[in-house]
């Protein structure tokens, strides 16, 4: 989000993952975010923070891209 390469967490994306409240949704549904935009991600929420980004991309672009693509392509069939 910040170009940022510093203190990177993996952050869950709850938009479009049917995971309510209190509930986590599935491992592959991250995307890499530095801890600023990550706390940002939070505190404004999801809708306001991924306003105008194509979320569902990113997180396409992160499993295409891992070393694992085979197991999350599975998990995605079975989701």
């Known amino acids: 989000m910040c170009d940022s390469t510093a203190g990177i ?3 869950h ?3 479009g993952s049917y995971a309510g409240i209190g509930q986590k949704p599935d491992d592959w549904r991250t995307v890499s975010l530095c801890a600023s935009c ?3 991600q939070h505190g404004l929420g999801e809708e306001t923070f991924w ?3 194509d979320v569902a ?3 396409d672009a ?3 891209a ?3 693509r085979a ?3 599975e998990a995605r069939r079975e989701a």
């Open 9 to 11: 967490q993996v952050a």
């Open 38 to 40: 990550h706390r940002l």
């Open 51 to 53: 306003q105008g980004k």
């Open 66 to 68: 891992s070393p694992k």
């Open 62 to 64: 992160f499993c295409k």
């Open 71 to 73: 197991e999350i392509a």
């Open 13 to 15: 994306v709850r938009l």
């Open 57 to 59: 991309a990113l997180i």
